[in-house]
């Protein structure tokens, strides 16, 4: 029996790396995908570089994303997540809160990279945009990957990182400068919609120079959290958890109740509104598959 590493996914594909360096195209059974990329598998015998994945490890973390229909999974044994935004094209902030959710419910550590640091219009926009999530005390790094990434170098030393963003952040060109030999493809920002050209289509995993990983994912426009449950998704607001069980009503949902706690600490500058807005759009009915 063979043990390997899944270092790419394309759909119901996978590139394996054996701990001698070669590597296999695995293939799971039945119709199911239940990998991810940096998952530690076993494999059948190899026939001409085929093998099929007879399961996995035990994982430290998965992420992944859902809706009610379906999951994506993203990476697995990864220690941190690095959402990636730039300067321009805009950005969305709920999706930030909502990956920074799904990373603390696996107990993965957050950093937001903060792209084309050298494109100074949308600059202070973007960072106002951020204060919430810098005010919770989540590291902000700023960089213009195609000039000089190295300012992010530090907070991957010794990590399994996960590069989460959406398409057009520049997650292709940190790709590049962080790993030359990548060879990720880079495309032009269609300034028409305000948002990137799917670059990345599958999940990679790469070595760092310093032993740590980098894992890049898809660019994406959503991230559901149907996996998540109410009480879940409210752990993953960090600077809510003093706050929980000071409601007047147990199962309060912080928008009209009174005496709620939360509204009480925005109120008082303890949380920053915004924060709340999105609180509310992710676990409102249907928009992370679990009614309340």
């Not at 799971?28 to 530690?40: I, Y």
């Not at 085929?50 to 859902?66: K, M, V």
């Not at 792209?115 to 999530?133: E, I, V, W």
């Not at 790709?175 to 990679?204: C, F, M, W, Y």
């Amino acid at each position: 029996m063979l043990i390997g590493i899944v270092t790419a996914a394309f759909g119901r594909h996978y590139e394996v790396t054996l701990p001698d360096g070669i590597l296999a195209n695995g293939i799971p059974k039945g119709k199911k995908s239940p990998f991810a990329c940096g998952d530690a598998v076993t494999l059948g015998p190899l026939h001409d570089s085929e093998a099929q994945i007879l399961g996995h490890a035990p994982r430290r973390s998965l992420l992944y994303r859902s809706d009610q229909w379906k999951q994506k999974l993203i990476a697995a044994n990864a220690t941190q997540v690095v959402l990636v935004v730039a300067t321009e094209p805009g950005f969305s902030d709920e999706l930030i809160s909502r990956a920074t959710v799904a990373a603390v419910h696996e107990h993965m550590r957050v950093v937001i990279v903060l792209n084309k640091g050298d494109l100074s219009a949308g600059r202070a926009a973007a960072r106002a945009q951020l204060a919430p999530f810098v005010a919770m005390g989540i590291p902000l790094v700023e960089i213009s990957a195609h000039q000089d990434a190295t300012p992010l170098l530090p907070w991957l030393a010794g990590e399994v990182s996960v590069l989460v963003g959406q398409s057009g952040m520049g997650k292709s060109t940190l790709v590049n400068a962080l790993v030359p030999e990548a060879g990720a493809a880079t495309r032009e920002i269609s300034a028409a919609l305000d948002s990137g050209k799917h670059t990345t289509t599958h999940a990679r995993l790469y070595d760092l120079p310093d032993g740590g990983k980098l894992i890049d994912s898809p660019g994406l426009q959503e991230f559901g959290l149907a996996h998540l449950t109410r009480g879940e998704i409210e752990l993953g607001f960090a600077e809510f958890v003093a706050h929980l069980g000071r409601c007047r009503f147990r199962d309060c949902r912080h928008e009209n109740e009174p005496d709620c706690a939360i509204k009480a600490a925005i109120a008082a500058g303890k949380i920053h509104p915004r924060r709340l807005v999105h609180f509310v759009a992710i676990t409102s009915a249907g928009q992370h598959g679990k009614p309340f």
